[in-house]
C-alpha cells in the first residue's frame, strides 16, 4: 500500500471513530434532554450547600445520610411552604370573586375626587375607574374577547409553574442524593476538567465552584432580603394579601427587575385608600429594599471569585435572559472561565 493510501485509510479510520463518538453523545443527549433541568438546579444547589453540609455533618458525628436527610427536608420546606400559601391565597381571592359575581354583589368602589387632579394619568385613571364602578357588566362585555385571553393565558401559566414546581421538587430530592456523594462526584468532575482544561483545570473548576456559590449568595441571597423586607413592609401598612405579594417579589428580585413593580402599585394604593401620611411612610421604607442590593451585590457577588465582579454581573443577568432562571449560574460560569480561559492565554503569550 502506497503511503498517501495509508494516510487516507488512517484518517478515513479517525473520521469513522470520531462519528461513531459524536452520534454516541447526541444519543445520549437526546436520553437524558429531560432530566437537564432537574440536573441541572440539583448541582447548582449540591454546590451551594455544600459547605453548609461539611458544617452539619461535623455537627452530626459524619452522619452523611442524616445531615443530607436535614437539608434536603429543609429546603422541601423552603420550596413547598411558600407555594402552599400562594395557593391558598390565590384560590381565596378567586372564590371570593367567583361567589360574589354569582350573587350580584360584585362591586368596584368609586375612585377618589383627589386622582382626577394627579398630573399626567389623573383624568384618565379617574375616568377608567368611574366606568368600571358604575357599569361593570357593560365593561366586562366590551372586554370579552380580552378577558377570555387573559384566562388563557393564566391556565397556561399555572401548568408552566405546577411542571416547574415538580421539577423542583424532584431536584430538590437530586440534590440529598448528591451531597451523600459529593466527594467522588467531585473528583470525577475534577478528572473531567483536568482532562479537558489541562493544567489549569484545577483552577477552572475551582472557578466554577466559587461562582455558582457567588451568585447564590449574591443573586438569590440579595432577592430574598430584598423581598423580606418588601413585605414586611406591606404587612405593617396593611395592603392587602401582603403574603402573596411577597411571593411575587421574590420572583421579580430573582428575575433583576425588583420589588418596585409591587412597591410602587402599593403606594399608591395607600395614598389613595390610607391617606397620605401612611402612603409617604411606606414609601420611604420602599426605598430600603429598592436600593440595597446597589450596596449588597458589590459585596457578596464577588467573594471567593478572582474576577471582575462586572464579569460575574453580566454573565447573570446574560443567561437569565438567554436561559431563564437557572441561567443566573450558568450565564455567570461561562462567562466567568471565559475571562479566566482569555486571561491565561494573555498572561502565557510569547513575548
Not at 442590593?293 to 464579569?311: A, C, E, H, Q, Y
Amino acid at each position: 500500500m502506497q503511503p498517501a493510501d495509508v494516510k487516507i485509510a488512517r484518517g478515513t479510520d479517525v473520521a469513522i471513530r470520531i462519528g461513531i463518538v459524536g452520534l454516541l453523545l447526541v444519543g445520549c443527549a437526546l436520553v437524558l434532554q429531560p432530566f437537564v433541568p432537574i440536573v441541572a438546579w440539583a448541582l447548582v444547589m449540591a454546590v451551594a450547600l455544600h459547605p453548609t453540609y461539611l458544617r452539619l455533618c461535623e455537627l452530626m458525628n459524619e452522619h452523611t445520610n442524616l445531615a443530607a436527610t436535614v437539608i434536603t427536608v429543609a429546603l422541601l420546606f423552603v420550596f413547598i411552604a411558600p407555594t402552599v400559601l400562594l395557593s391558598e391565597t390565590a384560590w381565596s381571592g378567586v372564590a371570593m370573586v367567583r361567589d360574589a359575581a354569582e350573587h350580584g354583589t360584585l362591586k368596584i368602589p368609586l375612585p377618589p375626587d383627589s386622582i382626577a387632579s394627579w398630573p399626567l394619568i389623573g383624568h384618565s385613571l379617574f375616568d377608567a375607574w368611574t366606568a368600571v364602578a358604575t357599569n361593570l357588566d357593560a365593561v366586562l362585555a366590551a372586554h370579552k374577547d380580552d378577558m377570555i385571553g387573559v384566562a388563557r393565558w393564566l391556565v397556561a401559566q399555572v401548568a408552566s409553574f405546577s411542571f416547574g414546581f415538580l421539577q423542583i421538587i424532584v431536584a430538590v430530592i437530586v440534590t440529598g442524593v448528591l451531597l451523600v456523594f459529593a466527594e467522588p462526584l467531585a473528583e470525577f468532575g475534577r478528572s473531567i476538567v483536568k482532562r479537558i482544561a489541562g493544567r489549569n483545570g484545577e483552577s477552572f473548576n475551582a472557578l466554577a465552584v466559587a461562582t455558582t456559590r457567588s451568585v447564590a449568595r449574591g443573586v438569590l441571597g440579595v432577592a430574598l432580603i430584598q423581598a423580606l423586607l418588601a413585605g414586611l413592609g406591606l404587612l405593617v401598612a396593611g395592603v392587602p394579601g401582603a403574603g402573596l405579594w411577597t411571593m411575587v417579589a421574590v420572583l421579580t428580585c430573582t428575575i433583576q427587575i425588583g420589588p418596585g413593580l409591587i412597591l410602587i402599585p402599593a403606594a399608591i394604593y395607600l395614598f389613595v385608600v390610607k391617606g397620605t401620611v401612611t402612603g409617604v411612610l411606606f414609601s420611604i421604607w420602599s426605598l430600603i429594599p429598592m436600593f440595597i442590593d446597589n450596596i449588597l451585590k458589590p459585596i457578596l457577588l464577588g467573594r471567593g471569585v478572582d474576577t471582575p465582579m462586572i464579569v460575574v454581573v453580566l454573565g447573570a443577568i446574560g443567561g437569565l435572559i438567554a436561559f431563564g432562571v437557572i441561567g443566573l449560574f450558568f450565564g455567570a460560569i461561562l462567562l466567568v472561565l471565559g475571562y479566566a480561559t482569555m486571561k491565561v492565554w494573555v498572561d502565557t503569550a510569547e513575548p
